[in-house]
Structure formats: C-alpha cells, structure tokens
C-alpha cells in the first residue's frame, strides 16, 4: 500500500510538478550561466537588440521595417524587456515558464502520460527549448490541441494566434479545415483572429510590413543544418569539392558555399512546396476514405512540419519543437498508431541537443564524427516523413458510429483515452 502511494506520488500532479520546475531550471541555468554555449543567444542577441533599436531609434521591425517573423511575435519580445536590458532573459525564461505551466496544467487534466511526454521531449531538446520564439508559439498550439473535436473555433483561434507569432501551427490549422467536421466555424475563427491581428498591427503604424515574413526565407543559401547541405559538408570536411563554411554576418548562420549551392539552394523552394502538396493530398485522400477526423488532423500537421524541416533550406534546433503539438494530438486521439513518433521525436530531440549547443562548434569546423551525427539526426527527419506519409496513405475509414462522436477526453490520472461525448 505505502509502495503504491509512493508511486502515485512520484508520478502524479505532485511528480509532475517537480519534475516541471526541474527541468525549466536546469534547462534556464544553462542558458543563463553557460556563456561559451550562448544557447540562447537569439534571445539576448538578437531579440533584445530589435527591442533596445526600437526604443533608441523609432524603428520597430515588423512595422517599420521588413521582418523574418509574424508580427504576433513582437509583443513577447517587447514583454521581456518590462524590466530593463539587463533582466531581459531572465524575464524571457519566466515568460516561457509561465506560459508552459499553463499549457502542462491543462494537458495533465486530459492526459497526464501525455502531459509527462512533452515534459520528457523539453528536456530531450535542451535549452534551445525555452531560448528561441518558439518556445512561446508552442504552448498556446498545446492549449488548442485540446479543443480540436469539442471546441474547433477555439481550437483554430489558438492555432492561428500562435501561427502569427511562429508560422509553424497554420500545419493545425490546415488540419482542421481539411477534415473537421465544423469546417466553416474553424475557417471563420482563423480569420477572424487573422483579421484581428492585422487590424491592431496596422493601429501600430505597419503596412506591407505584416506581410513581409512570407519572402524573407526564399533568398537564403544552404545553412549547414539542412539535410540537403550534408553533401557539401562531406566535400568541405574532405577537401574534394572546394565547397567551405562560412558564417553569414547579415543572416546570423552558416552556410555553405561552393559548386551548385545556389542552384540548390533556390531548387528547395520547390521541392518544399511539392513535398507540402503531396501531403495536403494524401491528407484529404484520407478525408475521402472518412478516416477518423482528428487522426487525420494530427498526422497531416505532422507530415506538413516534418516535410517543412526534412525538405527546408534552413535548418536549427528549434525547428524541433514543431512536432510536440501534432504528436500530442495524435496520442489523445489515436494512441497506438502514434507509437512511432512518440518515440522517435525524443530520439531526434536528443541528437538535435547534441549537436546544438554542446558540439556545435564541431559541427562548424567539419569535425567527422559530429557530420555523421548530424547525418543520423537528419536521416531521422526522413523516416518520421515516410511514417506520416504512409500513416495517411493506409489509415482506414472510421466506424460511423464512432466518427461521429469522437472526442478527446479522460478523467485525470489514467493513461489517454478517446471517449465518446455525452
């Protein structure tokens, strides 16, 4: 009996709890403390630099002037600088933590295995997990996650809030106007928010700029995180190619230069958008077939994220945080399918913290062992791709009497479970 206890202790809200606070600490030192990694040198390089240029000069990006990001991503930025420049990461971390205990609370109340898995892929990843913008965008996707079957127009307002503040949720938000089931509540409340959005950042004075995140990613080289870069990585690494890495001072990245690289380069732009069609196609393939909704939800947003990681130009650690919210969806929804991801991404998260940020360095100066850990870590991509596109391909029509009245749902405590509405 006390052994049983102990157990529910140690793996319940109490558990949990510490484990949360355990892991957002150990993960929040590293990127305060740990200067020669500067894990989170985006944050307190570059994000507080746009806001201590905005308060200095006037100028503000994404309203007056052209930006790599969504608008919705300058109110965090803006927020963490409340207490002055110097606690602008501490402030940042807070802001993550908060955020993320919100969305932890909420996902333990559904699942609590679910809820102990994104807890165990945060601490998988490292500390590029609390240290870049998407560490903001992925609670609220988390939170929405939760009301795709019973509350779509709720579920799509979250998805599209976090899209505007990282692109990467729109995947959700096309799952669901592909396949759920109140289509038109979903497009109406996306719009709306986008609607919303645009009108409050043109109140703040921006124009064409609300838009200009859409092309900033086209003109980029290979960065050396890419799939597609490994082959000039090998040939700078062997010296047969006159391929080199060189870091790019304007973009904040490295990148490869040599023979065919910007032919390639500018060849990904295509190859990502047929990659996205031949996904959005077997998705609503899988429509067709009346293949149970929020499977079909969950497995095209994983497939369109992973295919915009696997077949992208540009490559970073963070992009990594992109699979948790379609996995999760897919774990309350269809459990057993998604053994496969659930597994995988914490493999694919360990390797990414690997390479960044503790070896990266070895990474840059072409260091063999650490291009074939890289290597492992993008053949990994392609394999969760082929899952997703294979899942879709064969997932079979839903019983009607069970599609019609799916929903996501349990009591708290147990393992995740789809139960049917009352």
Not at 189 to 208: F, K, N, Y
Request: net charge positive.
């Amino acid at each position: 009996m006390t052994s049983g206890r102990g157990s529910s202790v140690v793996t319940g809200p109490v558990g949990l709890t510490v484990a949360f606070v355990a892991v957002h600490a150990v993960l929040s030192a590293i990127n305060l403390f740990d200067t020669d990694l500067n894990a989170m040198g985006d944050v307190t390089g570059v994000y507080r630099y746009w806001i201590d240029f905005w308060q200095t000069n006037g100028v503000l990006v994404g309203v007056n002037a052209d930006w790599v990001y969504p608008i919705g991503a300058l109110p965090p930025m803006m927020l963490a600088a409340v207490l002055g420049d110097a606690a602008y990461p501490v402030v940042w971390l807070l802001l993550v933590a908060v955020l993320d205990a919100a969305a932890l609370v909420l996902l333990a109340r559904t699942s609590r295995a679910v809820a102990w898995w994104w807890l165990l892929t945060t601490a998988c990843l490292g500390p590029i997990a609390l240290g870049r913008i998407d560490s903001i965008a992925l609670p609220f996707a988390l939170a929405g996650v939760l009301h795709v079957v019973r509350r779509p127009g709720v579920a799509a307002v979250l998805f599209t809030v976090a899209a505007w503040i990282k692109v990467w949720p729109a995947a959700l938000v096309l799952g669901m106007v592909m396949a759920a089931r109140r289509r038109a509540i979903v497009i109406t409340a996306a719009a709306t928010t986008s609607a919303v959005i645009v009108v409050a950042a043109l109140a703040a004075g921006a124009r064409s700029q609300i838009f200009s995140f859409i092309g900033e990613q086209t003109g980029r080289g290979l960065q050396i995180e890419a799939p597609v870069t490994a082959l000039w990585l090998w040939d700078a690494a062997l010296g047969i190619g006159g391929t080199s890495v060189y870091y790019d001072r304007a973009l904040l990245t490295w990148q490869v230069q040599g023979a065919g690289v910007a032919q390639a380069a500018a060849v990904m732009t295509a190859v990502l958008a047929a990659g996205v069609l031949v996904v959005l196609l077997l998705g609503l393939l899988a429509v067709r077939r009346r293949a149970d909704p929020p499977t079909v939800i969950a497995l095209t947003a994983l497939a369109l994220v992973t295919a915009a990681v696997a077949l992208n130009k540009v490559g970073s650690p963070q992009y990594f945080t992109w699979f948790v919210a379609p996995v999760v969806l897919g774990m309350l929804a269809a459990p057993r399918r998604f053994r496969t991801p659930m597994v995988l991404v914490p493999l694919l998260d360990v390797l990414t913290q690997l390479i960044y940020p503790w070896n990266y360095s070895k990474v840059t100066s072409l260091d063999p062992l650490w291009l074939v850990v890289l290597d492992l870590r993008d053949l990994g991509e392609f394999v969760l791709l082929g899952w997703c596109l294979l899942a879709l391909l064969t997932l079979p029509p839903a019983p009607a009497t069970i599609a019609a009245h799916r929903t996501i749902g349990r009591s708290a405590g147990s393992g995740p479970r789809v139960q049917t509405a009352r």
